[in-house]
C-alpha cells in the first residue's frame, strides 16, 4: 500500500498566522491527493481534491500544492474555526485509498 | 442535498459479525461515477479507510482486511451494507460512510455523521 506521512503531527499557531501542512507519498500519486479537515466529535470535511481544487463552499484561505510525492496544505490566515485535525489522503491507487496520520492544529 | 446515515449496533462481542447499513438521499449508485465508501477511525487516531462500492456494483477492500470484510448495494432502497466478521476490541471506533465521487478523481464529498461501535464482551 502506498504511505502517507503529514508532517508535523501536530503545530500551535495564532488566528492570523500562515500555516502549511505538508504530505508525502511512498510513490509517486501525480496529483490524486484530497486534503480533509476533521473538528472534534464531527466527520471529516474535504476541503481540497486533486491536489489544488478547492471544494465548494471552502473558504478561499485554503489551498493545496504539489505533485508526485510531496504536497502542501496551507491557510493564508487561520481562523479561529480552523482549529482542527487535518488529513491528506491519497487516491491514485483506486480504490486502495490511505489516509495520512492527521495534523492538529490547535491555538497558541 | 446529499445526506448519509449510518445505522448499527453501538455494541458486539468479540468474535461476532458487524453489520452496518448506509441509507443515503440526493443521489443514486446507479449513476456513473458515484460511490460510497467506509471509513473508520479508532478513539483518538488516524482515519482508515475501508471499503467501496461504485455504480457498476464493483467492489474494492482493505488490503489488509478483505478477509473480514463485504460491501453491498440495495440501489431500490438506496442503502449500502457493509459487514466485518471476526470483530476484535481493536476494532473499536467510529464508522463513517460517505459518498466518493468518481471524476476522473476520486474523493468523498458528503461524510455521515459516523456510528460508534464498541468491541467488549
Known amino acids: 500500500d502506498i504511505q502517507m506521512t503529514q508532517s508535523p503531527s501536530s503545530l500551535s499557531a495564532s488566528v492570523g498566522d500562515r500555516v502549511t501542512i505538508t504530505c508525502r507519498a511512498s510513490q509517486n500519486i501525480i496529483n490524486y491527493l484530497n486534503w480533509y479537515q476533521q473538528k472534534p466529535g464531527t466527520a471529516p470535511n474535504l476541503l481540497i481534491y486533486a491536489a489544488s481544487y478547492l471544494q465548494r463552499g471552502v473558504p478561499s484561505r485554503f489551498s493545496g500544492s504539489g505533485s508526485g510525492t510531496d504536497f502542501t496544505l496551507t491557510i493564508t490566515s487561520l481562523q479561529p474555526e480552523d482549529f482542527a485535525t487535518y488529513y491528506c489522503q491519497q487516491t491514485y491507487k483506486t480504490p486502495t485509498w490511505t489516509f495520512g496520520q492527521g495534523t492538529k492544529v490547535e491555538i497558541k | 442535498q446529499v445526506t448519509l446515515r449510518e445505522s448499527g449496533p453501538a455494541l458486539v462481542k468479540p468474535t461476532q459479525t458487524l453489520t452496518l447499513t448506509c441509507t443515503f438521499s440526493g443521489f443514486s449508485l446507479t449513476t456513473s461515477g458515484m460511490c460510497v465508501s467506509w471509513i473508520r477511525q479508532p478513539p483518538g487516531k488516524a482515519l482508515e479507510w475501508l471499503a467501496l462500492?461504485?455504480?457498476?456494483?464493483?467492489?474494492y477492500y482493505s488490503t489488509s482486511l478483505k478477509t473480514r470484510l463485504t460491501i453491498s448495494k440495495d440501489t431500490s432502497k438506496n442503502q449500502v451494507v457493509f459487514t466485518m466478521t471476526n470483530m476484535d476490541p481493536v476494532d473499536t471506533g467510529t464508522y463513517y460512510c460517505?459518498?466518493?465521487?468518481?471524476?476522473?478523481?476520486?474523493?468523498?464529498?458528503?461524510w455521515g455523521k459516523g456510528t460508534t461501535v464498541t468491541v467488549s464482551s
Open positions: 460517505g459518498r466518493a465521487v468518481a471524476h476522473g478523481y476520486y474523493y468523498m464529498d458528503v
Open positions: 462500492i461504485d455504480w457498476t456494483d464493483d467492489k
